[in-house]
């Protein structure tokens, strides 16, 4: 069984920073590329950052470019997102998700972890 | 605003069916790439529902089902039960922006 397993979130300052970690489990984590998505309360979902099997590719929302770094630990199985200069538009739930390409012409979703919350406000 | 476009809310009596649209542009859907559905019941995680446009992973009843033409998918679900009540999203990937895009969301409530 697939487990995604999101820590590191809270309160933070405007202008503060925060490391998420997710740990993974129940698949071989070095094989998939992985993602980070969020919700802000009472929002709809937004995509925030992917990064490839090995971490050599990386890609993020516009919004996120030059603030944030997504990175992983393939040894740990451990995915994580740094993010800094946080404003109050980042508060969210930040979601760790498994991407899969399997029958389809474009990535999808496949599992998601519980999430966790990042509030940003003084 | 969102990239791709759903309507707010649907209702429809319990055991009716209903559809959610989801539109998009030449820039993601009718690019050609498929559209997936996620379901995000109250209180819980956004679970994918449907992948690939059409597609139910293991364990999600036929009563939902997925479709795309041109810019557009829709998500239909038949014999509506009141646990179906939640909010539905569609998600594909824009090459114009180089970003994995999200409809704004859908609210289905089963009258």
């Known amino acids: 069984e697939v487990q995604l397993v999101e820590s590191g979130g809270g309160l933070v300052q405007p202008g503060g920073s925060l490391r998420l970690s997710c740990e993974a489990s129940?698949?071989?984590?070095?094989?998939?590329?992985m993602s980070w998505v969020r919700q802000a309360p009472g929002k709809g979902l937004e995509w925030v950052a992917n990064i490839n099997r090995d971490g050599s590719e990386k890609e993020y929302v516009d919004s996120g470019k030059g603030r944030f770094t997504i990175s992983r630990d393939n040894a740990e199985s451990s995915l994580y997102l740094q993010m800094n200069s946080l404003r109050a538009d980042d508060t969210a739930v930040y979601y760790c998700s498994r991407i899969s390409y399997k029958s389809s012409s474009s990535p999808y979703l496949a599992d998601w972890g519980q999430g966790t919350l990042v509030t940003v406000s003084s | 605003q969102s990239v791709l476009t759903q309507p707010p809310s649907v209702s429809g009596a319990p055991g009716h069916r209903v559809t959610i649209s989801c539109t998009g542009t030449?820039?993601?859907?009718?690019?050609?790439?498929?559209v997936h559905w996620y379901q995000q019941l109250p209180r819980t995680v956004p679970k994918l529902l449907i992948f690939?446009?059409?597609n139910r992973p293991s364990g999600v009843p036929d009563r939902f089902s997925g479709s795309k033409s041109g810019t557009s998918a829709s998500l239909a679900i038949t014999g509506l039960q009141a646990e179906d009540e939640a909010d539905y999203y569609c998600q594909s990937y824009d090459a114009g922006l180089s970003a994995w895009v999200f409809g704004g969301g859908t609210t289905l409530t089963v009258l």
């Open positions: 030449n820039s993601n859907i009718g690019a050609g790439f498929d």
């Open positions: 690939g446009s059409t």
């Open positions: 129940g698949f071989t984590f070095s094989k998939y590329w």
